[in-house]
């Protein structure tokens, strides 16, 4: 079964890489992308399969065994690896048989999760302020690959914040091709001891965010390596650098370009004002092209003057 899913990925690639499009590096990006298109005739193409796992109504089963034993009597599938433990050491054996099958199975997973049986006692348990208490994943251990620090960049944040990033020699892990991972400050780059040309070991925490576990000081050469350290001028405007507890900050305020770019970015997102269509690319463009400055001056735009940018008509223009 995880033959032909995997073929079905590469029958998928080939399809893109034929219509000049970008291939899709493992099944869940392929589903999520396939769940995004506007086309449904293009999704029911690709395809997709659905296990059923939790069912919302008044009366019904009354505990999670039930639900799947009813989901299944349905006609809905649900996964033959569902099982009822007792305790944490039904918990870890689960979870290492799970560990063991997990390259067999017919689907890409990253951990288990184990669920409180009955539901009167996950309504007593109740929820936090983001997730269920009656829930909780276990991760299995990501995959770690090495490779090589070709540099260590600085980025400018919207407040000001200065961020190392170091620029790897790329590295394929766990299911994509990784070659920036931030540092976040300088304490982390001297914790870690990364400098420039070393080998590092490089995952990604929870199959998601690529990070730096640690440098393999033994491959060092014996002449060592300078430490890096932040600069002392801003990179993108050459401001006076301070540090802020952990933080160093450029002091240019919106003088600084980068700031000034993401602090309007940001005021454009779906987290503040939400304005569709304004992202970071479009953002560059009315900077450059010397339509905006400040946030207040999205708001004297006029259509004319965006449709003359490139990429942009008189629809995107008025949209």
Known sequence: LRAALLRDLAELNAEAEANGQ?????????????????????????GLSFMAYNLIMDGGPTDQEGVLAWLKGQGFKVSDEVEVVKGISGIQASFERMEKIRPNLEFDIDGTVY???KHEHQQVLGFSNRVPRFYIAYKFAAEEKSTGVLGIDVQVGRTGALTPVSRLDPVF??????????????DQVRLKDVRVGDTVIVRRAGDVIPEIVGTLKEMRPA???????MPYHCPTCGSAVIKVNATHICTGGVSCPDQQLYRIVHFASRGCMDIDGLGESTVVQLIGAGLIQTISDLYALQPEQIANLEGMGKRSAKK
Do not use: Y
Not at 173 to 186: A, D, I, P, Q, Y
Not at 223 to 229: A, K, V
């Open 173 to 186: 892990v766990g299911g994509v091709t990784v070659s920036n991972v931030t540092l976040h400050n300088l």
């Open 115 to 117: 669920k409180v049986l």
């Open 22 to 46: 970008k291939k899709l590096v493992n099944t869940r990006n392929a589903a999520a992308g396939s769940l995004r298109q506007l086309d449904p005739r293009i999704t029911a193409k690709r």
């Open 223 to 229: 002449e060592g390596l300078p430490e890096w350290d």
